[in-house]
Protein backbone atom coordinates (compact mmCIF):
# COMPACT_ATOMS: atom_id res chain seq x y z
CA UNK A 1 0.00 0.00 0.00
CA UNK A 2 1.04 2.98 -0.83
CA UNK A 3 2.71 5.60 2.19
CA UNK A 4 2.53 8.50 0.82
CA UNK A 5 3.40 10.47 4.57
CA UNK A 6 6.71 9.16 3.89
CA UNK A 7 6.63 11.10 0.07
CA UNK A 8 8.34 14.15 -0.38
CA UNK A 9 5.80 14.61 -2.87
CA UNK A 10 3.44 14.33 -0.45
CA UNK A 11 4.96 16.44 2.44
CA UNK A 12 3.14 18.65 4.46
CA UNK A 13 -0.18 16.90 3.87
CA UNK A 14 -2.94 15.88 7.10
CA UNK A 15 -4.45 12.21 7.35
CA UNK A 16 -7.27 13.02 5.53
CA UNK A 17 -5.91 14.41 2.46
CA UNK A 18 -3.33 11.39 2.07
CA UNK A 19 -6.46 8.90 2.65
CA UNK A 20 -8.30 11.09 -0.49
CA UNK A 21 -4.72 10.74 -2.91
CA UNK A 22 -4.49 7.12 -1.61
CA UNK A 23 -8.07 6.38 -3.32
CA UNK A 24 -7.14 8.16 -6.45
CA UNK A 25 -3.74 5.79 -7.09
CA UNK A 26 -3.67 2.02 -8.28
CA UNK A 27 -1.93 -0.52 -7.28
CA UNK A 28 0.24 -2.73 -9.59
CA UNK A 29 2.50 -5.64 -9.32
CA UNK A 30 5.82 -6.63 -11.78
CA UNK A 31 7.79 -9.73 -11.38
CA UNK A 32 11.23 -9.41 -11.51
CA UNK A 33 12.93 -8.98 -15.23
CA UNK A 34 9.17 -7.28 -16.39
CA UNK A 35 8.67 -4.40 -18.72
CA UNK A 36 6.62 -1.70 -16.63
CA UNK A 37 6.77 0.33 -19.64
CA UNK A 38 8.81 1.01 -23.16
CA UNK A 39 10.09 3.64 -24.65
CA UNK A 40 7.59 4.88 -27.21
CA UNK A 41 4.74 4.07 -24.95
CA UNK A 42 2.10 6.69 -24.09
CA UNK A 43 3.28 8.92 -21.36
CA UNK A 44 -0.45 8.88 -19.63
CA UNK A 45 0.65 8.38 -16.07
CA UNK A 46 3.25 8.74 -12.97
CA UNK A 47 4.25 5.92 -10.81
CA UNK A 48 5.68 5.57 -7.06
CA UNK A 49 7.77 2.66 -6.23
CA UNK A 50 6.25 1.06 -3.40
CA UNK A 51 8.55 -1.95 -2.76
CA UNK A 52 11.24 -3.45 -4.72
CA UNK A 53 13.91 -1.55 -7.15
CA UNK A 54 13.59 -0.08 -10.58
CA UNK A 55 15.22 0.73 -13.10
CA UNK A 56 15.82 3.12 -15.64
CA UNK A 57 16.98 1.87 -19.26
CA UNK A 58 18.00 3.84 -22.41
CA UNK A 59 19.19 1.97 -25.41
CA UNK A 60 21.22 3.40 -28.34
CA UNK A 61 20.29 2.43 -31.89
CA UNK A 62 22.82 0.13 -32.03
CA UNK A 63 21.32 -1.89 -28.93
CA UNK A 64 23.82 -0.89 -26.56
CA UNK A 65 22.02 0.25 -23.09
CA UNK A 66 22.35 3.10 -20.31
CA UNK A 67 21.44 2.70 -16.82
CA UNK A 68 19.77 6.15 -16.24
CA UNK A 69 18.94 5.52 -12.66
CA UNK A 70 18.29 3.04 -9.48
CA UNK A 71 14.54 3.56 -7.83
CA UNK A 72 14.17 2.39 -4.62
CA UNK A 73 10.72 3.04 -2.82
CA UNK A 74 9.46 5.73 -1.97
CA UNK A 75 10.70 7.98 -5.46
CA UNK A 76 8.51 8.72 -8.36
CA UNK A 77 9.46 8.03 -12.09
CA UNK A 78 7.18 8.66 -15.16
CA UNK A 79 7.24 12.09 -14.21
CA UNK A 80 7.30 13.47 -17.39
CA UNK A 81 4.29 13.11 -18.56
CA UNK A 82 3.03 16.13 -18.68
CA UNK A 83 6.05 17.38 -21.48
CA UNK A 84 6.51 14.02 -23.08
CA UNK A 85 3.54 12.23 -25.06
CA UNK A 86 6.12 9.22 -25.56
CA UNK A 87 8.14 7.80 -23.15
CA UNK A 88 11.88 8.17 -23.79
CA UNK A 89 13.08 5.15 -22.21
CA UNK A 90 12.08 1.75 -20.63
CA UNK A 91 11.36 0.88 -16.83
CA UNK A 92 12.47 -2.40 -16.00
CA UNK A 93 11.73 -4.26 -12.35
CA UNK A 94 15.01 -5.04 -11.32
CA UNK A 95 13.51 -7.08 -8.81
CA UNK A 96 9.89 -7.90 -7.80
CA UNK A 97 7.98 -4.86 -7.50
CA UNK A 98 5.18 -3.04 -6.26
CA UNK A 99 4.21 0.18 -7.84
CA UNK A 100 1.62 2.44 -7.35
CA UNK A 101 -0.03 4.61 -10.33
CA UNK A 102 -1.74 7.83 -10.96
CA UNK A 103 -3.06 8.73 -14.06
CA UNK A 104 -2.16 12.20 -15.85
CA UNK A 105 -5.80 12.97 -15.04
CA UNK A 106 -6.05 12.34 -11.09
CA UNK A 107 -2.25 13.94 -11.26
CA UNK A 108 -3.99 17.11 -12.26
CA UNK A 109 -6.87 16.92 -9.97
CA UNK A 110 -4.29 16.19 -6.68
CA UNK A 111 -2.23 19.67 -8.38
CA UNK A 112 -5.81 21.70 -8.65
CA UNK A 113 -6.83 20.68 -4.80
CA UNK A 114 -3.44 20.62 -3.16
CA UNK A 115 -1.18 23.48 -4.56
CA UNK A 116 1.40 22.05 -1.84
CA UNK A 117 1.86 19.07 -3.32
CA UNK A 118 2.71 20.94 -6.90
CA UNK A 119 5.00 22.84 -5.37
CA UNK A 120 6.91 19.70 -4.44
CA UNK A 121 6.31 18.28 -7.47
CA UNK A 122 8.62 21.38 -9.07
CA UNK A 123 10.72 21.05 -6.20
CA UNK A 124 11.82 17.06 -7.22
CA UNK A 125 11.91 18.08 -10.42
CA UNK A 126 14.54 20.36 -10.25
CA UNK A 127 16.45 18.48 -8.24
CA UNK A 128 16.77 15.58 -10.48
CA UNK A 129 17.35 18.43 -13.08
CA UNK A 130 20.28 19.65 -11.48
CA UNK A 131 21.75 16.15 -10.97
CA UNK A 132 21.61 14.90 -14.51
CA UNK A 133 23.08 18.12 -15.70
CA UNK A 134 25.79 17.86 -13.23
CA UNK A 135 26.37 14.20 -14.50
CA UNK A 136 26.38 15.52 -17.73
CA UNK A 137 28.78 18.30 -17.24
CA UNK A 138 31.46 15.71 -15.79
CA UNK A 139 30.90 12.76 -17.72
CA UNK A 140 33.07 14.16 -20.53
CA UNK A 141 35.45 14.90 -18.36
CA UNK A 142 36.06 11.94 -16.06
CA UNK A 143 38.22 9.00 -16.72
CA UNK A 144 36.16 5.59 -16.24
CA UNK A 145 37.81 4.89 -12.82
CA UNK A 146 36.50 8.19 -11.71
CA UNK A 147 32.76 7.42 -13.32
CA UNK A 148 32.89 4.01 -11.00
CA UNK A 149 34.05 5.93 -7.67
CA UNK A 150 31.62 8.36 -8.44
CA UNK A 151 29.00 5.71 -9.07
CA UNK A 152 29.47 4.20 -5.94
CA UNK A 153 29.40 6.14 -3.78
CA UNK A 154 26.35 7.90 -5.01
CA UNK A 155 24.65 4.11 -4.99
CA UNK A 156 26.18 3.82 -1.38
CA UNK A 157 24.15 7.64 -0.64
CA UNK A 158 21.04 6.70 -2.22
CA UNK A 159 20.53 2.66 -0.92
CA UNK A 160 23.52 2.05 1.10
CA UNK A 161 23.34 0.46 4.77
CA UNK A 162 26.48 1.51 7.11
CA UNK A 163 28.14 -1.15 8.54
CA UNK A 164 30.93 -2.08 10.45
CA UNK A 165 32.96 -2.90 7.51
CA UNK A 166 31.78 -0.19 5.39
CA UNK A 167 28.72 0.61 3.23
CA UNK A 168 27.18 -2.09 2.15
CA UNK A 169 24.86 -1.51 -1.03
CA UNK A 170 22.42 -4.07 -0.80
CA UNK A 171 22.03 -4.22 -4.81
CA UNK A 172 22.64 -7.19 -6.50
CA UNK A 173 24.89 -5.18 -9.24
CA UNK A 174 26.84 -7.04 -11.85
CA UNK A 175 29.43 -5.54 -13.60
CA UNK A 176 27.76 -5.30 -16.51
CA UNK A 177 24.95 -3.21 -14.05
CA UNK A 178 27.96 -0.93 -13.10
CA UNK A 179 29.18 -0.65 -16.60
CA UNK A 180 25.89 0.47 -18.37
CA UNK A 181 25.79 2.92 -15.06
CA UNK A 182 28.72 4.59 -16.26
CA UNK A 183 28.73 4.12 -20.12
CA UNK A 184 31.93 1.66 -20.26
CA UNK A 185 32.49 -2.04 -20.99
CA UNK A 186 32.21 -5.17 -18.55
CA UNK A 187 36.29 -5.45 -18.89
CA UNK A 188 36.67 -2.25 -17.47
CA UNK A 189 35.02 -2.43 -14.76
CA UNK A 190 36.38 -5.43 -13.89
CA UNK A 191 39.53 -4.51 -14.27
CA UNK A 192 38.92 -0.53 -11.88
CA UNK A 193 37.02 -2.86 -9.41
CA UNK A 194 39.87 -5.47 -9.08
CA UNK A 195 41.96 -2.11 -8.69
CA UNK A 196 39.35 -0.93 -6.43
CA UNK A 197 39.76 -4.03 -3.81
CA UNK A 198 43.74 -4.03 -3.85
CA UNK A 199 43.56 -0.09 -3.01
CA UNK A 200 41.07 -1.02 0.26
CA UNK A 201 38.66 0.89 -1.32
CA UNK A 202 36.00 -2.03 -2.43
CA UNK A 203 35.09 -5.10 -1.09
CA UNK A 204 32.55 -7.79 -1.59
CA UNK A 205 29.94 -9.43 0.66
CA UNK A 206 28.24 -12.24 -0.98
CA UNK A 207 26.31 -10.83 -3.87
CA UNK A 208 26.73 -7.49 -2.73
CA UNK A 209 29.81 -4.57 -2.78
CA UNK A 210 31.02 -3.14 0.56
CA UNK A 211 32.25 0.16 0.06
CA UNK A 212 34.76 2.14 2.43
CA UNK A 213 33.37 5.51 1.32
CA UNK A 214 36.19 7.95 3.16
CA UNK A 215 38.84 6.06 1.49
CA UNK A 216 37.33 5.84 -1.52
CA UNK A 217 36.13 10.00 -1.45
CA UNK A 218 39.82 10.87 -0.87
CA UNK A 219 41.20 8.34 -3.42
CA UNK A 220 39.07 10.32 -6.50
CA UNK A 221 40.64 13.80 -4.59
CA UNK A 222 44.00 12.14 -5.64
CA UNK A 223 43.22 13.40 -9.20
CA UNK A 224 45.47 10.88 -10.87
CA UNK A 225 45.11 7.88 -13.18
CA UNK A 226 45.33 5.00 -11.38
CA UNK A 227 44.44 2.89 -14.93
CA UNK A 228 48.07 4.56 -16.87
CA UNK A 229 50.76 1.53 -17.03
CA UNK A 230 53.05 2.54 -14.10
CA UNK A 231 50.85 4.71 -12.44
CA UNK A 232 49.28 2.35 -9.68
CA UNK A 233 52.91 2.05 -7.82
CA UNK A 234 53.34 5.72 -7.74
CA UNK A 235 49.69 6.23 -6.48
CA UNK A 236 50.43 3.83 -3.19
CA UNK A 237 52.59 5.84 -1.34
CA UNK A 238 50.62 9.12 -1.36
CA UNK A 239 47.27 7.20 -1.08
CA UNK A 240 49.14 5.36 2.46
CA UNK A 241 49.57 9.08 3.46
CA UNK A 242 45.95 9.10 3.78
CA UNK A 243 45.33 5.12 5.34
CA UNK A 244 45.12 3.69 2.03
CA UNK A 245 46.87 0.36 2.15
CA UNK A 246 47.45 -1.56 -1.33
CA UNK A 247 46.97 -5.40 -0.99
CA UNK A 248 48.93 -7.56 -3.36
CA UNK A 249 47.53 -8.37 -6.43
CA UNK A 250 46.35 -11.93 -7.46
Excluded at 88 to 105: L, W, Y
Excluded at 164 to 190: F, N, Q, S, W, Y
Amino acid sequence: MLQTTSLELFRDLGDPDVRRIASLCTERRYPAGATIFSEGDPGDAMFIVVGGLVKLVSASNKGAETILHLLKPNQIFGELLFSEERRAFDAVASTDVVVSVIPRRNLEQIFASFPVVARNFIRLLSGRLTRVEQGLAGFGHTLSYERLGKALLDLGREHGVKTPKGTLIPLRLTHDDLAKLIGTTRETVTTQINRFRRLRLVRREGRHFVVDTDLLTRFLDLGDDPVSPGRESILVKPLERTGIRAIPGP
